[in-house]
């Protein structure tokens, strides 16, 4: 399964097997009908790595096949029921589980609520985080909005660890992509939605002097019918050889190309929760050009791991992209981002989620406990 949850619980999982804590890895078999996912598909072979672990014991839109799901849960003998919750559509299958499993449940907040969401998306949303004891959020934001949701629950805050890419060579990326050797790119990666601000940006890159020697690398897959709109806005004058544009889903096994292409990345989002794509990008040493917005503000130091800019606000965009062409910024900005990339593990993701597991009273085998917090794996403990 494609995607930055599919991705970041699989890594999850393979840490807590790594720390003998994982009692069972129930994975889908089936997600998204094609007439629901608005996306080309959902199926990336290369995504997630293989985990001996996993059962793949249920459809998402299958309710027939939940009951097995919950007999390979029940056989398992866990101390808690893990939840990733970040969309409405996947309800229905993580409320049956919890009726079905009657374990304790920890909610993984990566969206409080659908991007967007209707009044039937925050009423599903609440109806599963209102089933868990306890919460582990990637930003203080989403614990503020848990926390006043659901006051008293014990929660903890640990941003996405740092997600390296496959590796590429860095000359035949650029060449491929038609760098010269003076061009500072700008990478703008992943699913192509309205809240992730890409207009905002175009405008930014639209605005800039010739002579700053920027050049944006947008790659991902527009939702819905904005993929003609968009293609038309970058085919205009103004954005002429400007921009490198891959409008569709990039595979794993091509992504690192992009990221060895690219001196930075670029988040202009307009609202976020969090970002895989800023923890791919630390993770590959690449400073963050992004939006002081939820996670984003909390895993990227300004003027030090990247640039921070406001929300919507394309002539402070077109400004932080000029900064980069300055002599000295970016090497200043790599060696923070370098530094941001070991700040956040998978092991002290894991034990975080460990200690959630031990506060609402039930203890993982090899595991004591302890209280819930914001994780920084530099000190290595809760803090």
Same mark, same amino acid.
């Given at each position: 399964?494609? !995607? ?14 790594? %720390? ?13 009908? &094609? ?44 101390? /808690? ?70 006051? !008293? ?17 860095? %000359? ?34 639209? &605005? ?28 205009? &004058? ?75 606000? /394309? &002539? ?21 981002? %370098? ?10 993701? %894991? ?20 209280? /819930? ?11």
């Amino acid at each position: 399964m494609r !995607g930055g949850v599919a991705r970041t619980t699989t890594l999850l999982a393979r840490a807590l097997a790594e %720390a003998g804590s994982l009692a069972a890895f129930l994975v889908p078999s089936r997600q998204y009908p &094609s007439w629901l996912y608005p996306g080309a598909s959902d199926i990336d072979p290369d995504a997630c790595p293989r985990l001996p672990e996993a059962h793949r014991c249920y459809g998402v839109f299958e309710p027939w096949t939940w009951k097995e799901a919950a007999r390979v849960g029940r056989a398992a003998a866990a101390d /808690a029921l893990v939840l990733p919750y970040w969309t409405m559509a996947w309800a229905p299958l993580e409320l049956g589980l919890a009726r079905r499993l009657a374990l304790p449940v920890v909610a993984i907040v990566h969206n409080p609520a659908d991007h967007d969401a209707s009044r039937l998306a925050r009423l599903m949303a609440g109806r599963v985080l209102g089933r868990a004891a306890a919460y582990l959020c990637h930003a203080r934001s989403v614990e503020l909005q848990v926390l006043a949701r659901f006051p !008293g629950r014990p929660t903890a805050v640990h941003p996405l660890p740092a997600d390296p890419p496959p590796r590429a060579d860095r %000359a035949a990326a650029r060449a491929r992509l038609g760098l010269k050797a003076n061009d500072v790119a700008v990478l703008c990666l992943g699913l192509i939605r309205p809240y992730k601000g890409v207009e905002v940006l175009l405008e930014a890159v639209s &605005s800039l002097p010739r002579e700053v020697p920027v050049t944006l690398l947008l790659a991902g897959e527009p939702w819905g019918d904005r993929k003609a709109s968009l293609a038309e806005r970058l085919a205009r &004058s103004d954005l002429a050889g400007r921009v490198r544009a891959r409008l569709e889903w990039v595979p794993e096994r091509e992504v690192g190309e992009w990221f060895a292409a690219a001196d930075a990345a670029v988040l202009p989002y307009l609202a976020a929760t969090g970002s895989a794509v800023a923890a791919q990008a630390l993770g590959a040493g690449l400073p963050v050009i992004g939006t002081r917005v939820g996670g984003i503000a909390e895993v990227v130091t300004d003027e030090d791991s990247g640039l921070l800019v406001p929300p919507g606000d /394309a &002539s402070a965009l077109a400004g932080a992209l000029r900064q980069l062409a300055a002599p000295g910024v970016l090497a200043h900005l790599a060696a923070g981002a %370098a530094a941001a990339a070991g700040r956040w593990s998978w092991r002290s993701y %894991a034990t975080t989620l460990l200690e959630l597991v031990g506060a609402v009273g039930h203890t993982t085998p090899g595991h004591h406990g302890g209280r /819930a917090g914001y994780t920084d794996a530099a000190a290595g403990d809760s803090t």
